[in-house]
């Protein structure tokens, strides 16, 4: 029987420590990142960015382009991001006053 390793790559790492801090009522966004000191309605703002320029590749998708279903996925991953990081900030930001 094999003896399975468990590796903990430097991502899954900063998973854990932002739901630590989530958890603890701290705001995971790094405050040195570009996220730090935005507001609210712009990252907002970007997310919807993000989208708007995601229509044509939606498009080319239910057109039966396979490549653009691909982009597609990519820029709802990052969105999907920016949403965590938006609740991160409004949470933090509501705890802070």
């Given at each position: 029987m094999k003896e399975k390793r468990v590796l903990f790559s430097p991502s899954?790492?900063?998973i854990s420590l932002q739901a630590t801090k989530q958890f603890s009522g701290e705001t995971a966004i790094n405050p040195n990142s570009p996220l730090g000191?935005?507001?609210v309605r712009e990252m907002v703002q970007d997310m919807i960015n993000e989208l708007t320029e995601a229509l044509s590749d939606a498009e080319k998708h239910d057109s039966g382009n396979n490549a653009a279903g691909t982009?597609?996925?990519k820029v709802m991953q990052s969105c999907k991001g920016l949403a965590q990081d938006i609740r991160l900030k409004v949470q933090g930001d509501k705890n802070s006053r």
């Open positions: 899954l790492v900063q000191d935005m507001s982009r597609i996925r």
